[in-house]
């Protein structure tokens, strides 16, 4: 082996993290020793070096993207696979004060193909605020289901936009988080949170690990009536209480995108279902047009849900009925590939 393709001990060690917890508690929060890493280096250098030296052989780089979702994807199977549900900043120290304007990446490495699977990725002129009272990220991802076959890796690389020109911007957080999949600190069918502490802040990550999932890419589509509307919709699977927000408008009350075809632009279209458990998707909207009731323009709010029992390779359709409109959400199931 050439020797400038050699790792250290230092590098192997980065992606050892030493989990700490009871055993017990449904949620478990594990907190990851910081490290001596330069916050100035959005990948760090031995991880980086690690990563290409262990994968460049098989044409995985280190800025690649995955591909997804899966539907239908041939040499597929039930597999083990990770639900998110959040990811957040908490203990913003190093001179930084809230709020702050964040942009980057959040992405999950997997051992389908260790290319980045983006939870969160907004570029800088899309930053999102982040305040003490509201510090989590509007998800956007996965875009395919994350399998946890194999360890988890989630990198992260966000940063702080400054304030005003002569202001410069910040790293607010290089680092990477290590779920380990099998072993006695696996907790299969639990909900837990990790959390890396960095120079500026902890990122935490909170995730259910599923032991037989099915990938369910969802689509909503108005079908009858007024597109003119804010609201909230969620996934949920049966034996679980935390929400996957699909698209959320309802505290600032801005009109949800609908395409020409009528599709509703979620920020999030991917969840994993239990093989043998059952999909909920529900809705709460509120009328927000011209034609609304009400001085201010905004109609009560209106909510109804649908569920979809999991399935491998099929489609499940159901109705919506809110009212003042009607949507067709539509659930395409699909195993999780091999490779």
Not at 66 to 91: K, L, M
Not at 159 to 174: H, I, M, N, Y
Not at 225 to 250: M, N
Request: glycine content about 8%; hydrophobic content about 40%; charged content about 25%.
């Amino acid at each position: 082996m050439p020797a400038e393709t050699c790792v250290s001990e230092a590098a192997a060690a980065i992606l050892d993290v030493a989990v700490a917890g009871d055993g017990e508690a449904k949620r478990q929060l594990v907190a990851v020793d910081d490290d001596d890493d330069d916050d100035s280096e959005p990948n760090p250098y031995e991880y980086r070096v690690f990563f290409e030296w262990l994968w460049d052989y098989y044409g995985c780089k280190i800025d690649d993207v995955t591909r997804g979702p899966t539907f239908r994807t041939p040499g597929a199977r039930i597999s083990p696979c990770v639900e998110v549900y959040s990811c957040r900043v908490i203990d913003l120290t190093g001179g930084l004060e809230w709020p702050i304007d964040v942009f980057g990446f959040v992405a999950a490495r997997d051992g389908l193909d260790r290319k980045r699977n983006y939870i969160f990725n907004r570029p800088r002129g899309d930053a999102q605020t982040l305040t003490a009272e509201d510090p989590s990220f509007v998800l956007t991802g996965p875009i395919r289901a994350i399998n946890c076959s194999q360890r988890i890796e989630f990198e992260v690389d966000l940063k702080v936009r400054g304030k005003t020109q002569s202001d410069r911007d910040k790293v607010l957080s290089a680092r990477y988080i290590v779920y380990e999949t099998m072993g006695p600190n696996c907790m299969v069918g639990w909900v837990r949170s990790k959390a890396r502490p960095g120079k500026r802040c902890s990122v935490e990550v909170t995730f259910a690990h599923l032991a037989g999932a099915v990938e369910a890419a969802i689509e909503v589509r108005v079908v009858q009536g007024s597109s003119g509307f804010c609201g909230r919709f969620v996934a949920r699977t049966d034996g679980y209480d935390d929400d996957v927000v699909l698209v959320d408008s309802s505290n600032d009350g801005s009109v949800l995108a609908v395409a020409d075809d009528g599709v509703i632009k979620l920020t999030r279209s991917v969840a994993v279902v239990e093989s043998t458990g059952v999909l909920k998707i529900h809705a709460i909207i509120a009328r927000n047009d011209s034609s609304s009731s009400g001085d201010d323009g905004v109609g009560v709010a209106a909510e109804d849900h649908a569920e979809f029992a999991a399935q491998r390779f099929e489609s499940s359709c159901r109705t919506l009925d809110l009212g003042f409109c009607k949507m067709l959400a539509t659930v395409s199931w699909s195993m999780i590939p091999l490779i």
